[in-house]
């Protein structure tokens, strides 16, 4: 299980990377769908380490370390949760993981319903700025006083 997870982590991270690489260069990627991205890319990541966490014994294993050998076989609990607590986290499992994935694919058939690449923005709609970081410190203490809008004394 916890190489699965892993595994599962990675391509979930190599796909989010290739996601935000394909949006900004075609629109403008808003703060907003930074931070949502941001927290569905660190969910799977807090559940693979929660879950190595739990059987640390494993994990190390899994990567040839500890005094155990990996245990690949899968088995039931010994104490299996109960119906009302399966259903609550099954429950919790769709609002908050499967409902956000399908509106972002409501949104995404609503605005173009082909699944073909998009083409690049064009200059008129630009995509997002990158973060510039200046060579000088006097022109980056001006920028960043000239960004937040406060008042020069």
């Not at 391509?11 to 075609?26: M, P």
């Not at 294993?61 to 949760?81: N, T, Y």
Request: charged share 20%; glycine share 4%; aromatic share 4%.
């Amino acid at each position: 299980m916890l190489t699965t997870a892993a595994a599962s982590l990675g391509a979930h991270e190599a796909t989010a990377i290739w996601d935000v690489t394909y949006a900004e260069s075609r629109r403008k990627v808003t703060p907003a769908e930074q931070h949502i991205h941001s927290l569905l890319e660190v969910v799977p990541l807090m559940a693979t380490a929660s879950l190595a966490a739990l059987h640390w014994d494993q994990a190390l294993a899994v990567v040839g370390r500890g005094p155990v050998k990996a245990d690949f076989k899968l088995r039931p609990e010994v104490r299996p949760l109960s119906t009302r607590t399966r259903a609550a986290v099954i429950g919790a499992v769709t609002v908050f993981g499967a409902l956000p994935y399908l509106e972002e694919l409501v949104r995404c058939l609503r605005t173009n319903r082909s699944l073909r690449s998009q083409p690049a923005a064009p200059e008129a709609s630009a995509p997002t700025p990158t973060l510039r970081v200046p060579e000088h410190s006097d022109e980056r203490a001006e920028t960043s006083i000239e960004r937040a809008h406060l008042p020069v004394r």
